[in-house]
């Protein structure tokens, strides 16, 4: 599993032009990829991870300080691009794979106490945001 954390100001996602998920508060927006032999467990740990990074002011994470997240999946995180001009995407799981394991670390977030925002899987998406610092990390598991 690997993820895209950005620390944000603010950040919505639209899908057919309305708003399914916005932060209007300081947070993080995590953009997640599913790969084939990734577990309910990795994305437990994924969200613990993402949950108590402490990136946000005064070192802290969004566990400590409540800070709310979007969460938005994107198989293009898994994109080959060492050859060619084109991207190969061999190595993001098919939806019925992903989709599941993009849902299990919402909801273990969720049971965490942190207030989740998402967007749509598998829909067309249009994210907008305001990266604070800029502060954004690469997080695998």
Not at 13 to 35: I, K, N, Q, Y
Not at 93 to 108: K, Q
Request: charged share 20%; aromatic share 2%; glycine share 10%.
């Amino acid at each position: 599993m690997r993820a895209v954390v950005q620390r944000v100001s603010e950040a919505s996602v639209r899908v057919a032009g309305e708003v399914v998920g916005r932060l209007d508060a300081p947070g993080l927006c995590v953009l997640v990829g599913v790969t084939h032999d990734d577990t309910e467990a990795i994305a437990e740990r994924m969200a613990a991870k993402v949950h108590e990074l402490r990136i946000l002011a005064g070192e802290r994470s969004a566990a400590e300080t409540g800070a709310p997240l979007l969460v938005v999946s994107q198989f293009t995180l898994y994109g080959d691009t060492r050859k060619g001009r084109r991207p190969t995407w061999n190595a993001a799981a098919p939806g019925p794979v992903a989709e599941p394991l993009v849902e299990h670390l919402v909801a273990t977030l969720r049971a965490r106490g942190a207030h989740v925002e998402t967007g749509a899987f598998g829909a067309d998406m249009q994210l907008a945001l305001v990266n604070d610092g800029p502060v954004t990390l690469v997080l695998e598991i």
